[in-house]
């Protein structure tokens, strides 16, 4: 399944060039990556996932999407749940939004795939679940009226688009108008629909943490969620900014809340990189709670 995976982001992203893909801030998540975040924000087939909804505002060809529904599937063996139960937690509780219908399309086939391993035959028959059953919606995620909180798990690697080159506007609150990058709106929207207890796990790119016009987000982060992990990731994308990966839950933190900060080196893909050598790294210290908000270095 994951070869499939990298194979559909493969051909889409190749037949997309860099500069377009960096118009549209299009840049798919690496497996690898993907399900050490879900990791991280404690989606695993140990835990009762049942009653708990998965979003991706902008889900591109459905990376964190299907890997949740993976971890679905073994949840459901593990529990030895009915298989047509297995196919309505999947249509119920993981949902998608992008604006362009092949990377819908995509994520719909992922999907699937996900579950025709687990559909048993009977008659001689595959029990098929249809794609459009599945919650991937060709819609802009900024532009729905959200229902306040509403997710669980909101996980996305939201399109990188500068204020100054893309009219946001029209998804800016007052006090984010012709400042707000495209990351910051879809960070303010995880910040106020995920449940108490739910969990953010995003990537970011780096300049969220020091950049004015990302004060207030930053702010209400820390005031409301505590942050678990935050992973500052170099070559895993071809953006012109460095990217972090942000975990964090919906609970204020306690007093002296430190997030440990570790350097590692971890493999994009297990097949390539056997192949190629090719490693990447992450950034390791221990950052306070305050540093995060303020965008500033303490002395140690």
């Known amino acids: 399944m994951h070869v499939v995976q990298e194979e ?10 860099l500069q377009e893909r960096r118009k549209r801030g299009h840049f798919s998540t690496p497996p690898l990556l993907v399900e050490r975040i879900l990791d991280a ?10 009653s708990l909804r998965v979003l991706d505002p902008a889900c591109g060809s459905g990376n964190f999407l299907a890997a949740a529904a993976r971890r679905l599937v073994s949840y459901a063996s593990n529990s030895s749940l009915p298989q047509q139960e297995l196919a309505d937690l999947v249509q119920r509780n993981l949902w998608g939004f992008d604006p362009d219908p092949v990377s819908c399309f995509l994520a719909e086939m992922q999907l699937s795939a996900a579950l025709a391993a687990e559909m048993a035959r009977v008659d001689g ?51 984010q108008r012709g400042q707000a990058d495209s990351y910051l709106l879809f960070l303010s929207l995880g910040l106020r629909i995920v449940r108490p207890g ?21 702010t209400r ?21 460095g990217a972090i990966v942000i975990i964090a839950q919906k609970k204020p933190a306690t007093m002296q809340h430190y997030v440990v900060w570790k350097r590692e080196k971890w493999q994009h893909s297990p097949q390539n990189a056997k192949e ?17 908000k303020d965008g500033r270095r303490e002395e140690r």
């Open 276 to 292: 190629s050598g090719d490693e990447r790294e992450g950034g390791s210290e221990d950052v306070s709670q305050d540093e995060f």
């Open 8 to 17: 559909q982001d493969g051909w889409y992203e190749a037949s997309l060039s």
């Open 198 to 218: 739910g969990w953010l796990g995003l990537v970011l790119p780096d300049p969220l943490l020091a950049r004015t016009n990302a004060f207030r987000e930053r």
């Open 125 to 175: 028959e595959a029990l098929a679940v249809p794609s459009t059953a599945f919650h991937i919606h060709q819609a802009d995620g900024l532009a729905l009226p959200w229902q306040e909180p509403c997710v669980d798990f909101y996980v996305a690697n939201p399109p990188y688009l500068a204020a100054k080159n893309t009219d946001l506007s029209a998804y800016c609150s007052p006090h």
């Open 221 to 241: 982060l820390l005031e409301e969620f505590t942050l678990h992990h935050l992973w500052h990731l170099s070559n895993v994308f071809t953006a012109q900014v």
């Open 41 to 50: 924000c404690g989606y695993t087939p140990g835990s009762d996932l049942r």
